[in-house]
Antibody
Framework: EVQLVESGGGLVQPGGSLRLSCAAS????????MSWVRQAPGKGLEWVAN????????YYVDSVKGRFTISRDNAKNSLYLQMNSLRAEDTAVYYC????????????WGQGTLVTVSS | EIVLTQSPATLSLSPGERATLSCRAS??????LAWYQQKPGQAPRLLIY???NRATGIPARFSGSGSGTDFTLTISSLEPEDFAVYYC?????????FGQGTRLEIK
C-alpha cells in the first residue's frame, strides 16, 4: 500500500525557517517525480515544487523561488522541503504528492502537515 | 498562466441525482486536465486524468469529458460519500494549476 506521511509543520514567526519531511513507503520511491502542494486554510490547492527521480531537476512556483528548497534522499525514501524567509501567506497545509507517470498529475497524497506563519 | 474557472461554486443535489460540474480554461489545455475529490480534513484524491481517464479504483459513476477549454465531470448517480469539494487541474502549461473548486453539498 502506498503511504506518504508528512511531518515537520508547526508555528513559526515571519522570517523564520522550517523543514518539512515526507516518508514514503509501498512503492519504489526512486522511480517517481515528487511534489509539494499546499492549501491555505479554507482555500484551494497550489502546486509548490517538484523534483525529479534522481534529484537532478527541481522546479518551483514563482512565489517560493529563492526561499524554498526541495530535496530527496532515495536511500531513506524521503522527500523534504526547506522553507526559509517564511511569510504569513505561506500559512497552509503542505501535502507531499506522487507524480503519476511524470505527468504533473498527482495520484497519491499524504495527509498533510500544517505550517502557520504568525507572530 | 492558465486560469481555470469552475462552476457552479456550490451545487446542491440529492443522493441518486446526476451531478454535472464544469471547468473552463482561459486558453486551450488540450486534454491535459485532471479532476480531484477532497473531503473535509482529507487529502485530495485523483479521479480523472487526461480529461476522461478514470484513475485506479475510481467507480464507473464518475466520468470526465471535454477538450480545449471546456471540461465536465459527471457523477451519474450520487452516493452519500460523493458529497465533497471537486477541483480541476491542468498540466498543459507550467506551472500546473488548480481551479478554485466546486462544493457538492446534500440538498
Amino acid at each position: 500500500e502506498v503511504q506518504l506521511v508528512e511531518s515537520g509543520g508547526g508555528l513559526v514567526q515571519p522570517g523564520g525557517s522550517l523543514r518539512l519531511s515526507c516518508a514514503a513507503s509501498g512503492f519504489t520511491f526512486s522511480s517517481y517525480w515528487m511534489s509539494w502542494v499546499r492549501q491555505a486554510p479554507g482555500k484551494g490547492l497550489e502546486w509548490v515544487a517538484n523534483i525529479k527521480q534522481d534529484g537532478s531537476e527541481k522546479y518551483y512556483v514563482d512565489s517560493v523561488k529563492g526561499r524554498f528548497t526541495i530535496s530527496r534522499d532515495n536511500a531513506k525514501n524521503s522527500l523534504y522541503l526547506q522553507m526559509n524567509s517564511l511569510r504569513a501567506e505561506d500559512t497552509a497545509v503542505y501535502y507531499c504528492a506522487r507524480d503519476f507517470g511524470s505527468t504533473y498529475y498527482f495520484d497519491y497524497w499524504g495527509q498533510g502537515t500544517l505550517v502557520t506563519v504568525s507572530s | 498562466e492558465i486560469v481555470l474557472t469552475q462552476s457552479p461554486a456550490t451545487l446542491s443535489l440529492s443522493p441518486g441525482e446526476r451531478a454535472t460540474l464544469s471547468c473552463r480554461a482561459s486558453q486551450s489545455v488540450s486534454s491535459y486536465l485532471a479532476w480531484y475529490q477532497q473531503k473535509p480534513g482529507q487529502a485530495p484524491r485523483l479521479l480523472i486524468y487526461d480529461a476522461s481517464n478514470r484513475a485506479t479504483g475510481i467507480p464507473a459513476r464518475f466520468s470526465g469529458s471535454g477538450s480545449g477549454t471546456d471540461f465536465t465531470l459527471t457523477i451519474s448517480s450520487l452516493e452519500p460519500e460523493d458529497f465533497a469539494v471537486y477541483y480541476c487541474q491542468q498540466r498543459s502549461n507550467w506551472p500546473p494549476h488548480f481551479g478554485q473548486g466546486t462544493r457538492l453539498e446534500i440538498k
